[in-house]
């Protein structure tokens, strides 16, 4: 399993293991140091719940809903987050490893300091989202949306923005020498900004 940004792994004191919380309600809900292994979450909710310094193994997100929560120092480790939504959630220094996001949609909230290294994103939704000194040194990002989002001293090393709508988001960490973004949107501005990270002068005529 992957550890956290900072090299200092999770250190949970109980494991929940092999339980079917389908379409589970998780309002307000708090977790702490805990291991959760090979857990149906499909169609769970959860409203301002917290989890911290938790771990999710072979656990099941699929078309789950979470709004206003937090997983603070999280890890994920061959989680399935199918159709999966985060609205205004807060995921600061949590690892990703080996997860399937497909048509996964982020809504707003603060996801600074994740680890999507290496990480199939193609296809999925970020907007108006926090990321900032995230890293997703060669996560693949093809068709995917990560429009008004913030990247602020993000690794994106090896990157793949091919096809990708990065509309309204900040680019100043991108080097298009190592990035691909063959085929994104992007606005002027943003133009402007990875041609001077070419090392060229924008002059306007």
Known sequence: ?????????????????????????????????????????TEASSSGATFTNCAFVNVKFNVSTH???????????????????????????????????????VHGGDWSF?????????????????????????????????AGCDFSGSVLHGADFTDADLRGSTLGEIDPLTVTLRGASVTGVQAAEIVRGLGLIVVDV
Do not use: Q
């Open 114 to 146: 994740t680890g999507f290294r290496r990480a199939a994103l193609e296809g999925v939704e970020f907007t108006g989202v926090r990321l900032r000194e995230a890293d997703l040194t060669n996560a693949r990002c093809s068709r995917s949306t990560f």
């Open 1 to 41: 399993m992957s550890e956290r940004r900072d090299g200092a792994p999770s250190s949970e004191t109980s494991t929940v293991s092999d339980e079917d919380w389908y379409a589970r309600e998780f309002d307000g809900a708090k977790f702490s140091d805990v291991r959760f292994v090979d857990i149906d979450l």
């Open 67 to 105: 709004e206003s929560t937090a997983f603070v120092n999280c890890t994920f480790h061959s989680c399935n987050f199918f159709d999966a939504t985060f609205t205004g959630c807060k995921l600061v220094g949590c690892v990703f490893d080996s997860c399937d996001f497909s048509i996964l949609k």
